[in-house]
C-alpha cells in the first residue's frame, strides 16, 4: 500500500506516504490506501485532525508515470480531503511535484521545511495542470500561479508561504507544526468540522462544476502524442523533442 498508518496521538493522527523507491508517486495502490485511511479517521471520534507526511527525501512526485492511476479516482481522493469532517496538515520536508502538489493544495494548512521544492512540472512533459487547478487556482496567488503553472520552474518554502501553497515554511519543521496542532486540539470537533465548511465552500463548488471536464481534459492529454514523448523523455533522462 505504500502507508503508514500511526495510532491518535492526543487526537492526531499522522499518514506517512512510504515509497520513497518512486518518490512517493500517486499509484493506484496508493490512492487506495489513502482513501480508506481517511475514511476511518473522517469517521473515528477519537480523531481531531491529521498530519499527512512522508518517508524519504520526496513528499510526492505526481503520478506514476510508469503506472498512471485512473484520473477519477484521484480526483475522488481529493475531493474526499476536501470534505472530510477533520483538518488535515501536510508536514513536508521533501521535493513536491506535479499532482503532488493537487495533493497538498487540499490540505487545510500545511508546514514546509528546509528540504522542501515544489514544482508544477505538468507542461515540460506534454500535460496540464487539470484536475489540481481545482484547489490550487483557489489557493494561489493568481499571478504566481500563472508563472508557475506556464514555466514548471522550482521554488521553495519561502515562495510556497508567501503564494498560499503552503501556511508557514521554517528551519524547523516539526517545531513549526506544533502551534497549528496545538491550536486544532483546543477546537471543539463539530466546530471545527463546520468551520472547515465555510473554507472549503468555493473549492467544492469547483468539483461539483468542473470535475467531469478536467478528468476529460486530463485523460486527453495524457493520451497525446506530446505526452507519450514527454514521459518517455522523463523516464529516459532526456530532453524533450519540443525544447529549444
Request: with cysteine; aromatic share 4%; glycine share 10%.
Amino acid at each position: 500500500m505504500g502507508l503508514v498508518y500511526a495510532p491518535p496521538e492526543r487526537g492526531i493522527v499522522t499518514l506517512t506516504l512510504d515509497t520513497p523507491a518512486n518518490r512517493n508517486a500517486l499509484s493506484a495502490g496508493l490512492l487506495h490506501g489513502l482513501a480508506e485511511a481517511l475514511d476511518d479517521c473522517g469517521k473515528d471520534p477519537d480523531v481531531r485532525a491529521v498530519v499527512l507526511t512522508h518517508t524519504g527525501s520526496t513528499f510526492c512526485s505526481g503520478a506514476d508515470l510508469r503506472e498512471p492511476p485512473d484520473p477519477a479516482v484521484f480526483v475522488a481522493l481529493l475531493r474526499q480531503i476536501v470534505d472530510l469532517p477533520k483538518p488535515v496538515v501536510a508536514r513536508v520536508d521533501g521535493h513536491v511535484r506535479a499532482g503532488g502538489l493537487g495533493l497538498l493544495g487540499v490540505c487545510d494548512m500545511a508546514v514546509a521545511g528546509p528540504g522542501a521544492s515544489f514544482a508544477l512540472t505538468e507542461v515540460r512533459i506534454g500535460v496540464a495542470p487539470a484536475v489540481i487547478s481545482m484547489p490550487l487556482l483557489a489557493r494561489l496567488d493568481p499571478s504566481a500561479a500563472s508563472r508557475y503553472f506556464l514555466t514548471g520552474e522550482r521554488f521553495g518554502g519561502a515562495e510556497a508561504a508567501r503564494i498560499g501553497l503552503v501556511t508557514v515554511a521554517g528551519e524547523d519543521v516539526d517545531a513549526e507544526l506544533q502551534p497549528l496542532l496545538e491550536g486544532v486540539r483546543k477546537g471543539a470537533p463539530e466546530a471545527l468540522a463546520e468551520t472547515k465548511k465555510l473554507l472549503t465552500a468555493r473549492v467544492l463548488d469547483a468539483f461539483d462544476h468542473h470535475t467531469d471536464s478536467l478528468i476529460a481534459l486530463s485523460a486527453r492529454l495524457f493520451a497525446s502524442a506530446e505526452a507519450r514523448d514527454g514521459m518517455g523523455a522523463f523516464l529516459e533522462r532526456r530532453e524533450c523533442p519540443w525544447v529549444l
